[in-house]
């Protein structure tokens, strides 16, 4: 059903005062962990808290119109990062899922797993149960759904000329780690935005469970409450919460967590929380006169996100996107194929395909050189590509033109962030210090990216196909490509690896949680979303965050003997 329909929360007033298990967050990982574990035993309560609202209306479900862009931030929670010294002192938006759901309601729709090398690395790095293979029956496919446009075709054959391989199934092990690809989309077969929302809490399922999985939106987490009298003993007991109105009537309350509390609020979100909860680097929670639980300089720390620049092209108008802002009329006539016939524009995400590279494989003329036959092992972590080409079929409105975009994004960064605090009120948005293009690994990354951008361009005009350049660099020389960079690099929301899975005294990136996400030193307190990667994945990370959610819940309920 496309239209609205009613959903089974819980007000706050109406919470228990305690719950077996607690899972502060219900976005992409949230969702998953909530119908895990109240799935397990009928006699085991789940409490959800969401900082966001439900926002469970038809627009929500259609697939081009649910993406963040063109809802103006009601579904999302959009702020500015730090000013960036290395991007002209530019400060980023940040964006993320401000409702039940989370970014799983508002991102592409990707559906991408990552190569098998990419996990094998976390597993080759001592992460026991990590590696690709573990996390194989965590991952599904949902469904392909695509519109396909002209600009597809020429992108493709412009691939093949510059020497990469069509990758028939991006998704399977058995395909080479580079090439030019068809994206998977999380879509179902009725045409609507499959998220972890609509997948694992259906309103039919929560009322059917309403017993003991209870959902509260709109509401804050002001701290984790934990007791022990020495390092040694400490325990996360409950959590205090707070409706985000903050209105007389709606006084903090401390819910009992009696079995686990489970963080899983987001790379931006996780390490906030612990860190109001006294958990986090000393000097900076003294700064704020925040009493220091614990000690942990890697909360917070070890920031990864996909940097990217946009390369922006002219193209006909009615092989863009950009249709729809032009000719408003399209979106009616859109709409209602969608509406009665389940096609049209607002099926399609804003992209179809994306390219692949390795850049140590790229020749002096920026083609992808002749592979050897280990250059095409998709299981050995340095096949693992570093850059993704994202042909996106749109510009900027500025130029009020059909458009095409090379997005150019690092993968595979060497440079990392910060998330801090900027006072001890859980309502205010966190300080991101995002320290893009940091290192010249990352630099010299994009330079080449580029490059194939451009050939990738040159290869498409070879074709006879009308494209020209809106704003691209001057030439390409290192300063040129350097330039533009620093003016146009910008996130693609994949934030990562602030609550790092990783050894408590690793030298270089301290952890904070174990190999089975529990927070180092205090009992009964886990981690489970993006911000545990070890590393940030050459993917985009939906499918990744889905998996490191069902593995949570497995591990808690072999803990707790629950698991069917």
């Not at 400490?234 to 959590?239: H, I, N, R, T």
Request: hydrophobic share 40%; net charge neutral; glycine share 8%.
């Amino acid at each position: 059903m496309i239209f609205n329909t009613s959903y089974p929360l819980t007000a706050f007033t109406a919470l228990a005062d305690s719950y077996d298990y607690i899972t502060l967050g219900g976005g992409s990982a949230g969702c998953v962990l909530a119908n895990r574990l109240s799935a397990a035993d009928p006699h085991t309560s789940v409490l959800v808290i969401e900082r966001g609202d439900i926002s469970n209306n038809w627009m929500t479900r259609i697939p081009l119109l649910s993406t963040h862009f063109p809802s103006n931030g009601s579904r999302s929670h959009v702020w500015r990062s730090a000013p960036q010294k290395l991007l002209n002192n530019r400060a980023i938006e940040m964006v993320r899922g401000n409702l039940l759901g989370g970014s799983s309601r508002i991102n592409g729709m990707i559906y991408t797993r990552g190569v098998p090398g990419e996990y094998n690395s976390w597993a080759a790095a001592g992460r026991r149960g990590w590696g690709y293979d573990d996390l194989l029956p965590q991952k599904q496919t949902l469904i392909v759904n695509i519109w396909e446009i002209n600009q597809s075709i020429m992108v493709t054959q412009a691939t093949s000329a510059l020497g990469l391989p069509y990758v028939e199934d991006l998704n399977s092990p058995l395909e080479p780690p580079h090439g030019c690809t068809k994206i998977h989309y999380n879509i179902d077969s009725k045409g609507r935005r499959s998220s972890t929302f609509s997948a694992f809490l259906p309103p039919k399922l929560v009322r059917e469970r309403q017993s003991r999985l209870h959902i509260c939106t709109g509401t804050v987490v002001l701290r984790i409450g934990i007791i022990g009298e020495t390092a040694a003993n400490l325990s996360a007991e409950g959590v205090w919460i707070q409706k985000k109105d903050q209105s007389s009537l709606n006084k903090p309350r401390f819910i009992q967590a009696k079995r686990e509390v489970i963080v899983a609020a987001g790379p931006i979100g996780s390490p906030q929380i612990l860190m109001l909860s006294g958990i986090g680097p000393d000097d900076h929670l003294r700064e704020h006169g925040i009493e220091v639980i614990k000690d942990m300089p890697g909360v917070g720390s070890n920031l990864q996100d996909h940097p990217t620049v946009s390369l922006e092209f002219k193209v006909p108008v009615w092989d863009s996107f950009t249709q729809i802002v032009l000719r408003p009329w399209v979106i009616l006539k859109h709409l209602f194929l969608y509406l009665f016939f389940g096609t049209g524009i607002l099926l399609a995400p804003f992209f179809e395909l994306a390219i692949f590279l390795q850049s140590r494989l790229l020749d002096e003329t920026y083609r992808s050189g002749s592979f050897k036959k280990e250059d095409l092992d998709a299981s050995l972590p340095e096949n693992c590509p570093d850059i993704e080409i994202m042909p996106i079929s749109a510009v900027d409105t500025k130029y009020r033109t059909g458009g095409l975009s090379f997005f150019t994004v690092v993968l595979k960064p060497s440079s990392t962030g910060t998330v801090r605090l900027v006072s001890k009120d859980p309502f205010d948005s966190p300080q991101v210090d995002l320290q893009y293009l940091s290192t010249e690994n990352d630099c010299e990354i994009v330079r080449r990216g580029v490059r194939f951008s451009l050939r990738l361009k040159d290869q498409i005009v070879a074709q006879g196909y009308p494209i020209k350049n809106i704003n691209v660099p001057d030439s390409n020389s290192d300063e040129d490509i350097d330039r533009f960079a620093r003016s146009e690099c910008r996130s693609t929301y994949h934030y990562a690896s602030t609550c790092r899975m990783a050894p408590e005294d690793d030298p270089q990136n301290p952890g904070v949680v174990d190999d089975r996400l529990r927070v180092h030193g205090i009992q009964k307190l886990r981690v489970a979303d993006s911000s545990i990667f070890p590393d940030i994945v050459g993917a985009h990370p939906a499918a990744a965050t889905v998996a490191i959610a069902e593995k949570c819940a497995d591990m808690v309920l072999q803990e707790h003997n629950q698991l069917l």
